[in-house]
């Protein structure tokens, strides 16, 4: 039997992180495959989508900026997929193509099982508006939490965010801007805050700086920066200071790659052998992008 391709695809790609953990799944598992990083400026994603269908790729991860070109192309969706609006990975099944997201699953499982959280009956904060605080705030919506706030830079984003999400999951979701008062009075009372912006990232628009006011922090609280370069990031190191537990974002980068792994081979692969290389790529720091 030939060797397996899996691709990762988007534009720009730089030097995304995925290829080297799948990688290392795949080998850790034994399986005849290779992972690779296939550049897809926009309009050619729809040829990848039909090497999938062909069998000339056994599957996908798709990620800025085609993840609703890949939502509108497939031929069934997953509950994930369909309330997110986006597709961050195509399966193949007889010819037929399904589109799952893993952004949701994998930041809840990373959230559980690396940070001992249960989000049930939570007060919780999502820092950002985009794509990634989407999953966040369906996954924690989908988990009976007390309250959501989302804060973002721009009060409209977060505002359309939280009354979409509100609408399909039912708890009625918050928003503010980073600056607002509602903002530090909503900290105050919860125990978990996400950040999904790009402040903080190396290579982003502020990498020297935390997204909120760090004296808003506190020790009663689990901070997850789902960003992972640097490993610990400026909102993180705040957080520590502070006496409050902390989450990177490689668990939830390792977590959902993980899960789009069990829905193109039916295995659980090494989580293991995935961090190992996850961390030492990160490690090597020659990372500049990617997802
Ligand atoms: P993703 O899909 O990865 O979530 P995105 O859609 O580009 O990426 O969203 C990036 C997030 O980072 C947004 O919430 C953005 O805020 P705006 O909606 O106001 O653009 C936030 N962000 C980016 N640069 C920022 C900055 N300098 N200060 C505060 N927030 C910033």
């Not at 820092?127 to 924690?140: E, K, P, Q, T």
């Amino acid at each position: 039997m030939n060797t397996r391709i899996y691709a990762v695809i988007g534009w720009p790609l730089g030097h995304s992180l995925s290829p080297i953990i799948q990688q290392a799944a795949f080998d850790a598992a034994q399986l005849d495959a290779t992972y690779v990083a296939i550049p897809t400026p926009p309009g050619d994603e729809q040829l990848r989508f039909h090497e999938v269908r062909k069998g000339e790729l056994s599957g996908l991860n798709v990620t800025i900026p085609h993840k609703h070109a890949a939502f509108h192309a497939m031929d069934s969706l997953t509950e994930a997929a369909n309330s997110l609006g986006a597709v961050n990975t195509v399966i193949c099944d007889n010819g037929q193509l399904r589109g799952d997201n893993t952004d949701l699953q994998g930041f809840l499982d990373s959230l559980r099982t690396f940070g001992k959280f249960d989000p049930t009956g939570a007060n919780a904060v999502v820092l950002g508006a985009g794509g990634s605080a989407r999953a966040v705030v369906h996954a924690l919506a989908s988990s009976q939490p007390k309250s959501v706030l989302v804060a973002n830079r721009t009060l409209r984003r977060a505002q359309a965010l939280a009354s979409s999400v509100t609408e399909i999951r039912g708890p009625k979701i918050q928003a503010s801007t980073l600056d607002a008062d509602q903002l530090e009075d909503q900290l105050s009372k919860s125990t978990l805050l996400v950040n999904t912006t790009s402040v903080g990232m190396v290579g982003g628009p502020e990498p020297d700086k935390s997204p909120i006011n760090p004296s808003w922090l506190h020790k009663n609280l689990l901070v997850f920066d789902i960003v992972y370069r640097p490993t610990t990031t400026p909102l993180l190191h705040a957080a520590e200071l502070m006496g409050a537990k902390t989450l990177g974002g490689l668990e939830m980068l390792v977590l959902q790659g993980a899960a789009s792994f069990k829905q193109w081979t039916g295995e659980n692969p090494s989580l293991d052998a995935m961090f190992g290389a996850g961390r030492a790529a990160l490690s090597r720091n020659q990372l500049t992008g990617g997802s």
